[in-house]
Nanobody, 123 residues
């Protein structure tokens, strides 16, 4: 019954901004780490960032630091605010939950996944 649903993807010009949302339902995700991953055509799924409720810290991959921000609302919604978007940010973006709460950057550590939402950045 647990479910994650992403929304907010779309087409945006380079340099623009976009906000993705992930709604968690079916159980209490408050103590879970919530992460964002992305996968571009022909590439492996890669870590974008994650928030850990254990440390109350958020971690990002280097290429998005200063441009992307993860925030959580009421424990059931996680946002990914993206700014200064680049064509290389084009990918399907997924939210995921790690029940242990550490928010590591490996997708194998996450038990719950959304279906993904497409983000396309035009040049």
């Amino acid at each position: 019954q647990a479910q994650l649903e992403e929304s907010g993807g779309g087409l945006v010009q380079a340099g623009g901004s976009l906000r993705l949302s992930c709604l968690a339902s079916g159980r209490d995700f408050t103590r879970y780490a919530m992460g964002w991953f992305r996968q571009a055509p022909g590439k492996e799924r890669e870590f974008v960032g994650a928030h850990s409720p254990i440390s109350n810290k958020t971690f990002y991959r280097d290429s998005v630091k200063g441009r992307f921000t993860i925030s959580r609302e009421a424990g059931d919604t996680v946002l990914l605010q993206m700014s200064s978007l680049k064509p290389e940010d084009t990918a399907v973006y997924y939210c995921a939950a790690d029940v242990q709460g550490y928010g590591v950057g490996f997708p194998t550590e996450y038990e719950f996944w959304g279906r993904g939402t497409q983000v396309t950045v035009s040049s």
